[in-house]
C-alpha cells in the first residue's frame, strides 16, 4: 500500500525524499485554491514565479500577471490572489495564461521539482485529487506551503482531509504529521469556518478585507480537475 505523508513547512522539505512520490502542494489560503479557479475559469496555463520582477515581466510576453506580497495584490500587475479574481468578471481571463507569484504558494511549488508529479491541491479539487492519487497508486507527500516558513492551520488541515478521504487505500497511520493532521481534521471539520477564524492568516486575510475568500476556499469538491506543474506551467 502506498503511503501518504504531510511535510507541515516548506522549510521541513529537505528531510523529505520526494523522489519516486507524488507532490500535491497545497496553499488554501489562496494560491493553490486560486490556481485551480483559474483554471476552472478558462484559464490556459499558470506560470508560477518566485520573484516579483520576473512575473511582471510576463506582460510583455502577453500573460496576464497576478501578484501577492504580504496579503496585498502587488503593484504593477492585473490581477492580486484572490479567486474571485478569476470569478467577478472585471478581468477577462478566459482563454488567457497567466503568471503568478505568492509569498509562499508559488515557492513551495518550485521546492518540490524532485517529485515524480506535482499536483495543485486545494479544498476545492480535493475529491479530484483524491481520486488522481488512488489512480496513480504511488506515494504520496502533502507539501504545506504555510506562511514565511511557518506551521498554518489550513494547510495541515488540507492534509487531513485528504488523508481522511484515502484512508482505505494509503498508509495513513506511520507518519507522526498524517496521524496529528487527521486528528485535526477531525476536530475541525464539524464547523471549518469556524475554526479557521482562530487562524492567523485568516485574521490577516480579514483586516485586508478579504472575507469571502476563507469561505470560497473552504468549500470542498466545487472543481473537478487536478492541475499539475510540470516544465514550467501549470495546466
Ligand atoms: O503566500 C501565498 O502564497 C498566498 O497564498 C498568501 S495570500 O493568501 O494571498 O495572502
Redo the contacts with the bound molecule.
Sequence with gaps: MPSLDICFSPELLPLYNLQGKVAVVV?V???TSSIVTALAAGVTHVVPFSELDECRAQAALGYLTAA?RD?RQAEGVDLG?SPFGYLDGQVAVAGRAVALT?????RALHLSAAADEIVVGAFLNLGAVADHLRRLNQDVVVVC?G?KGLFCLEDTLFGGALAARLQADFDTTSSDATLAALDLWAAAEPDLAGYLLRSA?VR??NSLEAHQDMAFCIRQDEYDLVPVFKNGQIT
Design positions: 496553499d489560503l489562496r494560491a501577492e496579503g490572489n505568492t509569498t509562499n504558494g508559488t506551503a506562511w492568516h490577516r486575510l
